[in-house]
């Protein structure tokens, strides 16, 4: 079933509206009214790009993000967590994530030559 752009609009302005109340009114990070609002606001926003498509073969250059919350953070916190992550220390490089600088010499701009460039004066 089509919908009408403008009923669509509509809908879209109210869901707005009451994201920002509810995200205005927040009670935590994981308020689930907010959550609520949010995924109220992607639909209603999905529903009038589709109805733009359908009436004037015409998009936004909008795009709502469809992730699982929870994928993307345990995604992160493997690559991220040292050994130590239950205390939330940070406990600095493995070996393997770093290069040992202290086995290449630092540069003094000299070669095995003599010295490196002159400047005149």
Do not use: C, I, W
């Amino acid at each position: 079933m089509a919908t009408d752009p403008r009923t669509a609009l509509t809908a879209l302005v109210a869901a707005l509206e009451r994201h920002l109340e509810a995200a205005a009114a927040r009670r935590g990070e994981n308020d689930p009214v907010v959550l609520a609002a949010y995924r109220a606001l992607a639909d209603a926003f999905e529903d009038y790009d589709d109805s733009l498509l359908d009436a004037f073969d015409e998009v936004t250059p909008l795009e709502v993000f469809h992730g699982d919350d929870d994928e993307g953070e345990e995604e992160f916190d493997e690559e991220f967590d040292g050994p130590d992550q239950e205390s939330g220390a940070y406990t600095g490089l493995d070996d393997e994530e770093y290069d040992d600088a202290s086995d290449t010499p630092p540069s003094t701009g000299r070669t095995a030559e003599g010295p490196g460039p002159v400047k005149a004066t």
